[in-house]
């Protein structure tokens, strides 16, 4: 059974720095895409980006580029992503998802989401 | 805004049947079958119902179903039952954005 664990609730200051995490498993972490989405209070859904762990090939939507960071420990099956400075716009729920090989509009398995209050 | 165009809101009695549309452009959506829909209840991540416009992934319901006329893809619930009321958003390829696009959300009330 394909699992998509993910860190917990996160209360953070303006200018601080996190970095979350999605431990996967149920199936070969390396053969597929997985990555983030994210989902503003009250709005929609959002690709963020993906990375895959095989090669650590990662690619950004156009508004998220240069604005967080995604990585992969393939020896741990986890991916992760980071903020080098969080703004309160930056408060979110953020779900990792694991696409369908590498259709990117099909995504077959969710993680439950982790909660991030940026607030001074 | 939304690459993908969804009504905000959409309603019915229990046993009826309701439609979600979610509309693109040519110049995007248009030229591509990869649409999914997902169900979101609140506090819970969001669930894929329908993939490939039409295909219904295993242990989904019959009475969710997909289609496509032009630029614009639909959802319809038939037999509403109380537990369909839920967000739903549609995803598709799109050149614009190599991740794909989301629609802005349609949420369903079961009255």
């Known amino acids: 059974e394909v699992q998509l664990v993910q860190s917990g609730a996160e209360l953070k200051k303006p200018g601080q720095p996190l970095k979350i995490s999605c431990r996967a498993s149920?199936?070969?972490?390396?053969?597929?895409?997985i990555g983030w989405v994210r989902q503003m209070p009250g709005s929609g859904l959002e690709w963020m980006g993906v990375?895959?762990?095989?090669?650590?090939?990662?690619r950004y939507s156009p508004s998220f580029q240069g604005q967080v960071t995604i990585s992969a420990d393939k020896s741990i099956d986890t991916a992760y992503l980071q903020w080098d400075s969080l703004e309160a716009s930056d408060t979110a729920i953020y779900y990792c998802?694991?696409?369908?090989?590498?259709?990117?509009?099909?995504?077959?398995?969710w993680g439950r989401g982790s909660l991030v209050t940026v607030s001074s | 805004q939304s690459a993908l165009t969804q009504p905000p809101s959409a309603s019915g009695s229990p046993g009826q049947s309701v439609t979600i549309s979610c509309t693109g452009t040519?110049?995007?959506?248009?030229?591509?079958?990869?649409v999914s829909w997902y169900q979101q209840h609140p506090g819970k991540p969001p669930k894929l119902i329908i993939y490939?416009?039409?295909t219904r992934p295993s242990g989904v319901p019959e009475r969710f179903s997909g289609s496509r006329s032009g630029n614009t893809f639909f959802l319809t619930v038939s037999g509403l039952q109380p537990d369909d009321e839920a967000d739903y958003y549609c995803?598709?390829?799109?050149?614009?954005?190599?991740?794909?696009?989301f629609g802005g959300g349609t949420k369903l009330t079961v009255l």
């Open positions: 490939e416009v039409n």
């Open positions: 995803n598709s390829y799109a050149d614009s954005d190599n991740l794909g696009v």
């Open positions: 040519s110049s995007d959506v248009g030229g591509y079958d990869y």
């Open positions: 990375i895959y762990p095989g090669d650590s090939e990662t």
């Open positions: 998802a694991r696409p369908h090989l590498g259709h990117f509009a099909r995504i077959d398995f």
């Open positions: 149920g199936y070969t972490f390396t053969n597929f895409w």
